[in-house]
């Protein structure tokens, strides 16, 4: 009974990872187009995703702790040692599956955060452009205000 628990668990973590990947391929071309209230959405969905598998996470330890009592915290692969073959051969294939998943799914987040940082970098030179720079600070004669000798103003005039 445990083990078909654990089993039916983990096929839901594995469905949830494989959603989550798709949103973060989704997420590369949101970011290409530089959509940001398509962006703003897309991380709603995926905290949606990551509060689903934080649930699904504790049970999947409710469910490894009765396969295994006697250990602290009881992963998967400490219960694998302890189940029979036709459950260890269907958990053995969706733990690999889900591995190779979370492992893409790392890549593309990857991906997909070097492509903000050099969306930031690009702003940061936008901006640096259009405002003015600071006036360089070298050791020498202050430099004169040509503003209030090209323009006094009306009330700084001499009569």
């Known amino acids: 009974m445990s ?6 668990t983990m096929e ?11 949103l973060a391929v989704k997420k590369t071309d949101i970011i290409k187009n530089g959509d940001m209230d398509a962006l703003n959405q897309m991380l709603k ?18 469910a490894a702790n009765s396969i295994a009592p006697m250990l602290v915290s009881p992963t998967v692969s400490d219960c694998l040692n302890i189940l029979t073959q036709p459950d ?15 492992y893409e799914l790392k890549e593309q987040n990857f991906l997909n955060q070097q492509l903000v940082h050099h969306s930031l970098q690009f702003v940061n030179v936008s901006m ?3 405002r003015p720079q600071p006036e360089t600070m070298n050791y020498g004669p202050p430099a004169k205000k040509t503003s209030e000798k090209i323009n006094p103003g009306i009330f700084n005039s001499k009569v």
């Open 12 to 22: 839901k973590l594995l469905k949830l990872h494989k959603s989550l990947y798709e």
């Open 88 to 102: 260890r051969l269907k958990l053995e294939a969706i733990t690999k599956e889900l591995a190779e998943l979370v």
């Open 128 to 130: 640096s452009l259009l």
């Open 3 to 8: 083990a078909e628990v654990l089993t039916a």
């Open 45 to 62: 969905d995926e905290q949606a995703h990551i509060a689903a598998i934080g649930r699904l996470e504790n049970e999947r330890e409710k």
